[in-house]
């Protein structure tokens, strides 16, 4: 993150049930690129369900499934590779996964660096042809580098609920994010735990963590259709517990000069426990962090060391909420401290 805006030939299992064990793994390019890289994956396009272990070691991506395709990830142990535990890529057309009550972890270097990747669960879909599209509940993602769910692009829509998701902790190397919905995603988060996504950070860069990130807007530069990336809007963030976080809930829809948006955004954090047990961030750190245009902060819990009295460069005045319309736009913040 950066201040106040976010600065993150196919295998073809013909069946109806797929589980993997332990094996010798062969890694397949998929076709997707990623700095400058063909990326391989250990599974591509599974039809059916996918369960029990696949490692993805010496592949950049565990499971790639991309538009055509679909299936179900469930009950699954998944870990390994560098780039993407996950990756559902619908920028050509629909694609629809989901993936259920699995484990997913250690997704990144070995160990863990400052390179911006190492993504557990990746939902993608940047064109007006593009569907990514998704439930993604009830997992157990950790020891990611970069990220544990992030889902991009105005194609993609998906339901996150009741994942647990565990950052590294207090790290100075990178800002690790929990979960980000971005560049006009849909999405619900809800009923998640977010835990331990918190940098060093040091004073003027801006860099921070963050537990739930809403992200969109021109000021975020141009998306991979060759538009400005567009606003996320309309994402209810609900009844999560969200624990030892640079950034609790991080809204934060810019213009392209870095301005609030004209247009109402109307994203919502409605109902969560929000709390940090360090003021660890330099740069920044504070509960809720609003940059948008009629976004409503309501009934959400506030404490801890982290926040309360944790005076920071980007916020001196150690504000809970951050959400002055010096810089955002009609924020409406009621029964939250």
Do not use: W
């Amino acid at each position: 993150m950066k201040q106040r805006f976010a600065f993150a030939v196919a295998v073809l299992v013909i069946a109806v049930f797929y589980s993997s064990t332990a094996h010798a793994v062969v890694c397949t390019p998929t076709g997707f690129f990623r700095d400058s890289i063909n990326m391989t994956a250990a599974l591509i396009n599974p039809v059916g369900t996918v369960s029990g272990t696949v490692d993805g070691t010496g592949c950049n991506i565990v499971i790639y499934y991309s538009s055509g395709a679909g299936g179900t990830v469930k009950n699954a142990n998944l870990f390994g590779a560098n780039y993407f535990g996950i990756l559902v890529n619908g920028d050509a057309g629909a694609v629809n996964v989901d993936i259920l009550s699995s484990n997913i972890h250690d997704i990144g270097e070995v160990p863990h660096n400052g390179t911006q990747h190492g993504v557990a669960i990746y939902y993608r879909g940047f064109f007006d042809v593009s569907a990514a599209t998704g439930k993604i509940t009830g997992n157990q993602i950790s020891a990611y580098q970069k990220g544990a769910i992030v889902a991009n692009g105005q194609g993609t829509q998906v339901n996150i609920t009741d994942n647990v998701t565990t950052g590294d902790g207090h790290v100075d190397f990178i800002a690790q994010n929990g979960i980000q919905v971005g560049f006009g995603a849909s999405a619900s988060v809800m009923r998640n735990s977010v835990s331990g996504n918190s940098y060093k950070g040091f004073p003027g860069d801006g860099s921070a963590s963050g537990g739930v990130l809403v992200v969109g807007g021109a000021g975020y530069g141009t998306c991979p259709d060759s538009n400005d990336c567009p606003y996320t809007v309309g994402v209810m963030v609900n009844g999560n517990t969200l624990a030892d976080n640079d950034v609790g809930i991080y809204f934060s829809n810019l213009e392209a000069d870095f301005s609030a948006p004209t247009d109402a955004t109307n994203n919502k954090a409605v109902n969560n426990k929000i709390t940090d047990d360090q003021c660890y961030n330099s740069s920044y750190q504070t509960g809720i962090s609003d940059v948008g245009n009629n976004d409503k902060m309501i009934n959400n819990k506030i404490s801890g060391p982290g926040y309360i009295g944790c005076y920071t460069f980007y916020n001196p005045s150690g504000a809970l909420v951050d959400a002055d319309t010096s810089f955002t736009n009609r924020p409406k913040v009621h029964a939250t401290k």
